[in-house]
């Protein structure tokens, strides 16, 4: 009887395992679908600003499915005596680092300037947190042309470099390709071993998705 009893038990456990796991299974399918839509078309006539974008947001389709900004027009740009360096702290294993922006004179920042309505640039803010504050700075074009451009800029000085995930590694390579930033640096990017676990970093990657989706209202 009690051999029975812990049977059945097992039996439970394993019924219980299992239906989470193909819950979080279905999760996963359900927001990369999302995700991975047709870019939303642009809203209406809005006030309009260049925001400089040097990470996952340099990809279009992550700042409009996933943060709701409607994009106009993007262009590849350079931000100088600024550094981009992945000194974010994340959530460890899974997501080490994220990137942020430091002033840092003499060195070359690489991003997107997209052109986007002002209320967006708020939804930008909101997603982001409290860890950067907003800033205005000259971007210089391929073409030399000089333009006007808003960007988040880290609180805190770097103190040491952190491991990103493969997850958002992707995504700035994605970006970074999709605007033909220079080859030297999408090879950077490539160049990154980032963390990455099994199973558990695309799950996980899913409710990172969703959390930022939220708070992009």
Not at 36 to 53: C, E, S
Not at 152 to 180: C, F, M, W
Request: aromatic share 8%; net charge negative.
């Amino acid at each position: 009887m009690a051999s029975l009893k812990n049977t059945m038990r097992k039996s439970r456990i394993l019924v219980v395992v299992l239906s989470i796991v193909l819950a979080l299974m279905i999760l996963q399918l359900s927001v990369h679908a999302y995700t991975h839509r047709q870019i939303q078309p642009a809203k209406g006539d809005q006030p309009l600003i260049w925001y400089f974008a040097y990470g996952s947001n340099m990809s279009t389709r992550y700042l409009s499915n996933i943060r709701n900004v409607s994009v106009i027009e993007s262009k590849q740009a350079v931000l100088y005596d600024h550094q981009v360096r992945f000194s974010l702290s994340g959530i460890q294993p899974i997501e080490p680092g994220f990137a942020a922006l430091h002033e840092a004179t003499d060195h070359i920042s690489y991003g997107v300037a997209h052109q986007i309505p002002t209320t967006d640039f708020e939804r930008v803010i909101a997603s982001e947190g409290d860890d950067y504050y907003v800033k205005q700075v000259t971007l210089t074009l391929p073409n030399g042309e000089q333009i006007n451009a808003t960007t988040l800029v880290s609180k805190t000085d770097p103190l040491s470099d952190i491991i990103p995930s493969q997850r958002y590694l992707n995504i700035l390579i994605e970006g970074a390709t999709e605007h033909q930033l220079p080859e030297k640096y999408v090879k950077e990017l490539r160049g990154y071993d980032g963390a990455y676990i099994p199973i558990l970093s695309e799950l996980f990657g899913s409710v990172i998705y969703l959390s930022v989706m939220i708070a992009s209202g």
